[in-house]
């Protein structure tokens, strides 16, 4: 994980290394990208199902200082998975405005691309490029190879993430990031957990960043894309 995340690249030799990469990966179309990190404990009986782009960091490390009391038990996990491994545990997640998460992720995967971590994501995909303009990504989400059924699990939609294979949830709670300390004292009440916000999120600093990047057309692109969370979870733009 160390290695993943130190920038062993600029803009001048990301390109290549991506274009390098590629050659070798883009024989099969990329499958969607939802076996993902949850976080248990099994003496709580609780179970986190991070939506990535979404405070994931933030929850681990909740999970983390749970440790003493059967915390922190890291699985990847498909949504139907979950529940088949965890059937009467309290799972939770929280969600995120899409228009923000979009740009969230394009900020960090896409404009930050010197990793080899981020370039082993864009390289599997048609398209795709390091450094690529925000407009640019959001119009390629909206092709086929953006779309849900290929994604990577930083773009898949909120609401795949926290659906099952019949389009059922399986959360018994899901909260907004945008009011994160109340999700925390719902799910304290609701199962006697002990949760520690571990300080300040990174997304609330930067919770209207997002709106003066959008476009019109950008903004409608996101709308129609996401359509699903927009209505599920209630978001408008701003």
């Avoid at 690529?132 to 990504?137: K, R, T």
Wanted: proline residues 5%.
């Amino acid at each position: 994980m160390k290695f993943r995340s130190r920038r062993l690249l600029n803009k001048q030799s990301a390109g290549p290394v991506c274009r390098v990469m590629r050659t070798a990966r883009l024989s099969v179309k990329p499958k969607r990208d939802d076996r993902v990190e949850r976080f248990v404990n099994r003496r709580a009986n609780l179970v986190a199902a991070p939506v990535p782009k979404v405070a994931s960091r933030t929850v681990k490390q909740m999970f983390v200082g749970m440790r003493e009391t059967g915390g922190d038990i890291e699985e990847h996990l498909t949504p139907d998975e979950i529940r088949q491994t965890y059937p009467t545990a309290f799972v939770f997640s929280f969600v995120r405005n899409p228009w923000a998460r979009v740009y969230s992720c394009w900020k960090d995967k896409i404009d930050d691309a010197v990793t080899p971590g981020k370039l082993s994501i864009i390289s599997r995909f048609h398209h795709l490029y390091p450094f690529m303009p925000f407009e640019e990504f959001v119009e390629w989400l909206e092709t086929e190879d953006g779309s849900d059924a290929h994604a990577d699990r930083h773009w898949l939609s909120q609401t795949a993430h926290l659906s099952s294979s019949l389009g059922q949830s399986f959360c018994d709670f899901i909260g907004r990031i945008e009011a994160f300390d109340d999700g925390l004292r719902e799910i304290q009440r609701r199962t006697g957990a002990t949760l520690s916000s571990t300080g300040a999120l990174n997304v609330q600093n930067r919770s209207e960043s997002y709106v003066r990047v959008f476009s019109p057309r950008a903004k409608r692109i996101i709308g129609q894309r996401y359509g699903n969370d927009i209505e599920t979870f209630g978001y408008q733009f701003n």
